[in-house]
């Protein structure tokens, strides 16, 4: 099992940087692939950006593709979203995810979630 704790969220006006933090128990995240999600009032949850567990592999939403940075540290079983250029539509509540196997986009494909994080961007 691994359970994961979100936190960084908060009020920022467009044009700001938020950065999320999410903290890992259980089990050492270096071998699971590590992805954060968004929901936004009345939509689905979305896929975000994800790191790959091992190899360096990133990939994003084209929503936040040059704005958003996800890394890792695995030494402190953490992950961050570095979210700059912050614009109304990335208002959501912010979730961290981790699967074991392939890097997917998919919400169903991962098995652990945190609580999520609420990010308010006023225009």
């Known amino acids: 099992q691994v359970q994961l704790v979100e936190s960084g969220g908060g009020l920022v006006q467009a044009g700001g940087s938020l950065r999320l933090s999410c903290a890992a128990s259980?089990?050492?995240?270096?071998?699971?692939?590590m992805a954060w999600f968004r929901q936004a009032p009345g939509k689905e949850r979305e896929f975000v950006a994800a790191?790959?567990?091992?190899?360096?592999?990133?990939t994003y939403a084209d929503s936040v593709e040059g704005r958003f940075t996800i890394s890792r540290d695995n030494a402190k079983n953490t992950v961050y979203l570095q979210m700059n250029s912050l614009k109304s539509e990335d208002t959501a509540v912010y979730y961290c995810?981790?699967?074991?196997?392939?890097?997917?986009?998919?919400?169903?494909?991962?098995?652990?979630w945190g609580q999520g994080t609420q990010v308010t961007v006023s225009s």
């Open positions: 995810a981790a699967n074991y196997g392939r890097l997917v986009r998919f919400r169903s494909l991962y098995d652990y």
């Open positions: 259980g089990r050492t995240i270096n071998n699971y692939n």
């Open positions: 790191s790959r567990g091992s190899g360096g592999i990133t």
